[in-house]
């Protein structure tokens, strides 16, 4: 299975469905009217239509039957509920996609028609800038090209990889969880740089951009953090001085175990 012709359905039109909704249709490989979106809210539902041109609509069902590819971008809680309202109209010619945290590809097979083809997504809240860390688990019934066609669709909101689902609560402990371990990290950076005489919001978009430029040179030139760390220490210098406090500190130990306690939490939450 690939993209093209394909009709894609999203169901639930939050934070993160919206984001997906706007990464596939701003990316162009599916088009706008080959998008299909449900939600109980029709203010956001109007919205996303006269903002992208895709179809709306209050039953779930119609996004259904109207899709080949079928995303629930809904909350846990509600996923079984919403899963028994279409579960007639999830034939085997479709794909389903959750990305409702914690919940399993058994749970989710275990509410569809035997032989259903479903695929577990975990992304994160940088989706909504197009910049989301995704992992894609292909269930039982499910294909390398659908798992490849998930790929596809989840990289037009950032990047994308495979996991195998016994990983992924540390995939929330560690993509799900970690833009709010790095946020504290780009604040208190600022306020380091207001204690030093910059104004806030200099302080700020400093802060961020160099977050950002770090990660950016991570994943470009594939090279090893901490070889990039020495490119910018020299001896005797500022940076060796900074990095030598932030290990007093425990930098490492207090990531490493904030990571860890959340994927922790993610398997408690999920039993």
Same mark, same amino acid.
């Given at each position: 299975? *690939? ?6 359905g ?11 909704i706007?990464g ?10 080959d998008?299909?979106?449900s ?18 609509s ?10 080949d ?7 846990p ?12 109209? $999830? @034939?085997? #010619?479709?794909?389903?996609?959750s ?21 577990? $997504?975990?992304?994160n %809240?940088?989706?909504?800038?197009a /910049?989301?860390?995704?992992? $894609? ?5 499910a294909s390398? *090209? ?5 790929l596809?669709?989840?990289?037009t %909101?950032?990047?994308?990889l495979v996991?195998s689902?016994? !990983?992924?609560?540390?995939v929330?402990?560690?993509s799900?969880?970690?833009p ?6 780009? /604040? ?21 951009q160099t977050v ?9 030139t594939? @090279?090893?953090p901490? /070889? !990039?760390? #020495? ?7 500022t940076?060796?001085r900074? %990095?030598? $406090?932030?290990? /007093?500190?425990? %930098? ?19 039993k």
């Amino acid at each position: 299975m *690939n993209l093209t012709n394909k009709k894609i359905g999203v169901i639930g039109t939050g934070k993160m469905g919206a984001a997906l909704i706007r990464g596939i249709a701003n990316s162009k490989v599916v088009k706008s009217t080959d998008i299909h979106a449900s939600d109980v809210y029709e203010r956001g539902l109007e919205e996303l239509q006269k903002e992208l041109g895709i179809n709306v609509s209050t039953d779930n069902k119609q996004t259904v039957l109207n899709s080949d590819i079928i995303i629930l971008a809904v909350k846990p809680q509600v996923l079984k509920t919403i899963l028994a309202g279409i579960k007639d109209s $999830v @034939t085997s #010619d479709k794909l389903l996609v959750s990305i409702a945290a914690g919940v399993s590809l058994k749970d989710i097979e275990g509410e569809l028609e035997s032989g259903s083809r479903a695929v577990r $997504v975990m992304p994160n %809240i940088a989706a909504t800038v197009a /910049e989301a860390a995704s992992s $894609v688990c292909p269930g039982k019934n499910a294909s390398i *090209n659908d798992a490849e066609v998930t790929l596809e669709i989840f990289r037009t %909101i950032g990047s994308a990889l495979v996991v195998s689902e016994h !990983l992924m609560d540390a995939v929330t402990g560690l993509s799900g969880s970690g833009p709010a371990f790095i946020f504290p990290v780009i /604040e208190a950076m600022a306020d380091g740089g207001v204690y030093e005489g910059l104004d806030r919001q200099c302080a700020l978009t400093l802060a961020a951009q160099t977050v950002l430029g770090a990660a950016k040179m991570v994943l470009e030139t594939r @090279t090893h953090p901490d /070889e !990039l760390k #020495d490119m910018v220490t020299s001896p005797g210098g500022t940076t060796i001085r900074g %990095i030598r $406090v932030l290990e /007093e500190y425990g %930098i490492r130990a207090a990531f490493m175990n904030a990571v860890i306690a959340a994927s922790k939490r993610s398997r408690e939450l999920g039993k």
